[in-house]
């Protein structure tokens, strides 16, 4: 009875009548949708639409993860290193936090992508098949971009950890490095946790605008279908619901890290 008692508890839960209500009307909105929107157009365009989902995720999850790797040490220089680290980095965030990332983006793309082309030796490198395409632009203007949102957040969460947790360290006789791997970045990270799902919330709403440099995305597939068929909101509702479905997933994985890593740490 004891072990049944919170599972009938969260049942009981879901069944307020608030919540009953916004059931039906999530119901009778998706009846209605199917009913009377047109989707005879969705087959044909299955299959790129898995390829602009599979394309957005992997852009997210690259920039993502290139973004903190980034964040990382531009935190770290701005909270405990010296001036001619601190100064730079902190140019840096202000410069990234403050233009608007679709203008970063046609600089890059637009900027270094006409540039390129004027240099013979890079025309007939190894580099030159990859630098003519428009998703290495993309992957590096949205990593500066979470690098900089997310190296601001570890600022101040390397500012926030105990500095007599990192002196008793030092006093135990442990290096640097140990220090750092060990104490200050796993404490940064915990601190840092809820603001980082939220820059990843944020980081796949950024992903449509790579669809302005031809990279075809999930968007840029509802673009398509709309110039095809003239059909608008029925591709824009499909898209919406994707968002969701993949904002859903991201907040449901910082949740459990949220609960897992305090517990590690502790």
């Not at 531009?74 to 403050?98: D, E, H, M, N, S």
């Not at 490198?125 to 998703?135: D, K, T």
Request: with cysteine; hydrophobic share 55%; proline share 6%.
């Amino acid at each position: 009875m004891e072990n049944r008692l919170p599972l009938r508890t969260r049942v009981l839960g879901w069944l307020q009548p608030h919540r009953l209500v916004l059931i039906a009307i999530g119901i009778g909105l998706l009846v209605a949708a199917m009913r009377f929107m047109r989707w005879d157009w969705l087959p044909n365009y299955y299959d790129l639409a898995l390829a602009g989902i599979w394309r957005t995720i992997w852009i997210m999850v690259v920039t993502g993860a290139l973004g903190f790797m980034l964040a990382v040490p531009l935190g770290l220089a701005q909270a405990a290193g010296p001036r001619w680290l601190a100064w730079p980095a902190k140019a840096f965030c202000t410069v990234i936090r403050g233009t608007p990332l679709l203008l970063q983006l046609w600089l890059l793309y637009y900027g270094l992508g006409s540039l390129f082309p004027q240099y013979p030796w890079i025309r007939h490198s190894w580099l030159w098949p990859y630098l003519r395409q428009a998703w290495p632009y993309a992957v590096l203007a949205l990593t500066l971009s979470t690098g900089g949102y997310i190296g601001e957040v570890m600022r101040g969460a390397f500012a926030g950890v105990p500095r007599g947790q990192l002196e008793a360290a030092r006093a135990f006789g442990m290096a640097r490095g140990k220090i750092f791997r060990r104490i200050w970045l796993p404490q940064a990270v915990q601190r840092a946790l809820p603001t980082l799902g939220g820059e990843a919330v944020l980081l796949l709403k950024a992903t449509p605008l790579v669809a302005t440099i031809t990279v075809v995305d999930i968007y840029a597939v509802a673009s398509r279908v709309r110039q095809d068929t003239f059909i608008t909101y029925e591709p824009l509702l499909l898209l919406a619901l994707i968002y969701l479905a993949i904002t859903g997933i991201l907040v449901f994985i910082f949740r459990r890290l949220e609960a897992r890593i305090p517990a590690r740490l502790g």
